[in-house]
Structures are given as structure tokens and as C-alpha cells.
């Protein structure tokens, strides 16, 4: 058995790897590029394909009784917005054969990196996992729509879908805490679009913990949301990276994009409970690490 890690070369998963590797996994990385992997070619737990999600060759890659976290997507909101045929390809086709390998392969599970946005923007909040499902951008919807496919499936499939929160950290450098920080230390004002925004800032050390306790629980077809369950808003996230980096620098404030979610938190009691998740990181603390150069 091992764990086969879609999107290996993105953020969330460089850090998953890592910390698969220090617990003792098998690895497989699949990815269209494996430039950003340099640092673990040398182990020898660690292997690595160039693949594309869609491809036929996809289930090749995979052995029965592998596990399958699947991170591969196109992550940011406005380039989804600008080419929704592409959001489709990758994030739900791409998944949906994802899914079909790991069905003909008899995959052991699949762990399906989901996110807040499938929510409605009038979701009740603290927001549960039986909320209504309303995105309001093509990202969402191309998330809600794999979802689906993972649900509709999940019979011959086993899942665990995680919902993540707002992720920051280190080597995340877009992104309102990453962004901030490099215009903070240029003495650049940054743009915040609209400011008032609450959302659950996540870091990246708590998914990546969220992720293993996924690979290994015995409670499978479950869906979790993944964050700290602490509102904080834009303006004082962009406050906190001020005051750690000793600075003050201006703002332009700009109206709110139509896909940002007004109030954005987590009830994770489900998480906390099921999977033993129990995040570390307090936002102060979190922008503290990131800081760090």
C-alpha cells in the first residue's frame, strides 16, 4: 500500500508529503511538473510521475489497496472566473476519472480536497456540513460538481471529502496573508477588497494534519470541514501582519468581489470528533511563523 498524493507540487501538497515521508509512507507524487519536489527525489520512500489527471494512463499509477489523496486543481478564484471551461476539465472531469481509477484499480479510498466555497453565501454560520451547497463562483461549482461525482460513486469508491477553510503559510506568497506581508516588507499598500469580509484562516500545518487523520480513519464516506472554527476579518488579519512585522503601510480599499463570503466559519465539532482533528495554529501565531524568512 501506498499514498498516491494528485497535485503533489502545489502548496497544501509539498507539505503533505513531507509529513507522509516523516511518518514512515510510501509515496507516489503525480503531477504535471515535479520541479517543485527537488527536495525529496533522494528518498527512498518517495516516487514521482508526470501525469495529467484526465489521462487514460492515470490508473496505471495506482494498485489495489493504495490510498489516493486528490489535490490536483486549479486553486485560484479568478482564473476559474476567466476560463470556467478549463475550472471544468481539470476540477471535476479531472476528478471524475480520478474516481474511475480508483474504482477499476480498487483503490482502498480516495481523500478529496474540497473547499468552503461550495457554501452558500447565506449559509448559516458557524457553517456545518449539512448546509446548503450554493457556490458563488465557477471555482465552487467546479468543487461542488466533484463532490457530486465522489458522493454519487461512493459505493464503489470509498471517500473522504475536506472542506478546508482559508489556508495560509509558509511559501504560500498570494493569498491575503502572503501578499500583505511581501507589500508590508516593500512598503507597498496592498489592494483589500472590501476588508469586512470574516473568514477561518487555516494553516497549512493543521490541513496537513486533517489530511493524515483522513488516510487513516476507519470512518469512511464522511464529510468534514477543515478549519479553526475562529472568525477573524480581512482588515485585522492585514492588521496583525503590521504589527509583527513592526510596520505601518496604508491600504486601498476596493469592492469586494462578487465570490468573496461575507461570514466565513467552521463549526468543525464533526471533525474534532470523528477524526481527531484539533487545530494548533491561532491566527496571531500562524502570521508569526509565516513571517519568517
Not at 490510498?67 to 476528478?95: D, R, S, W, Y
Not at 475536506?162 to 511581501?182: C, Q
Not at 469512511?220 to 492585514?238: A, C, E, F, M, R
Not at 482533528?277 to 509565516?290: A, C, L, M, S, T
Amino acid at each position: 500500500m501506498k499514498i498516491i498524493v494528485t497535485g503533489a507540487g502545489g502548496f497544501i501538497g509539498k507539505y503533505t508529503i513531507r509529513a507522509l515521508l516523516n511518518a514512515g509512507y510510501e509515496v507516489l507524487a503525480i503531477d504535471l511538473s515535479l520541479s517543485r519536489l527537488e527536495e525529496f527525489k533522494n528518498h527512498p520512500k518517495f516516487f514521482a510521475v508526470i501525469e495529467d489527471i484526465n489521462s487514460e494512463q492515470l490508473k496505471n499509477h495506482i494498485q489495489s489497496g493504495d490510498k489516493v489523496l486528490h489535490l490536483a486543481a486549479i486553486t485560484l478564484f479568478e482564473l476559474c472566473e476567466e476560463n470556467p471551461q478549463k475550472a471544468v476539465i481539470v476540477n471535476t472531469v479531472g476528478t471524475l476519472n480520478v474516481i474511475k481509477a480508483c474504482i477499476e484499480k480498487y483503490a482502498e479510498r480516495i481523500v478529496y480536497s474540497s473547499s468552503g466555497a461550495v457554501y452558500s453565501q447565506t449559509a448559516k454560520t458557524p457553517i456545518r456540513e449539512d448546509e446548503p451547497r450554493i457556490p458563488s463562483s465557477v471555482y465552487g461549482w467546479t468543487k461542488k460538481q466533484a463532490e457530486d461525482w465522489i458522493l454519487y460513486f461512493g459505493n464503489q469508491s470509498p471517500y473522504i471529502i475536506l472542506r478546508y477553510g482559508y489556508i495560509y503559510g509558509k511559501e504560500k506568497d498570494w493569498g491575503a496573508i502572503g501578499k500583505f506581508l511581501t507589500h508590508i516588507r516593500n512598503n507597498e499598500k496592498p489592494i483589500i477588497f472590501g476588508g469586512e469580509q470574516i473568514s477561518d484562516f487555516t494553516h497549512v500545518d493543521d490541513i496537513v494534519q486533517a489530511n493524515l487523520l483522513a488516510l487513516e480513519t476507519k470512518h469512511l464516506n464522511q464529510i468534514y470541514n477543515i478549519g479553526t472554527g475562529i472568525p477573524t476579518s480581512i482588515k485585522d488579519v492585514y492588521k496583525i501582519c503590521q504589527e509583527v512585522l513592526g510596520k505601518e503601510i496604508g491600504y486601498e480599499i476596493k469592492p469586494a468581489r462578487p465570490f468573496d463570503l461575507s461570514f466565513f466559519v467552521y463549526d468543525i465539532s464533526k471533525a474534532k470528533i470523528i477524526l481527531d482533528y484539533n487545530p494548533k495554529w491561532k491566527i496571531r501565531e500562524g502570521i508569526k511563523d509565516v513571517s519568517i524568512e
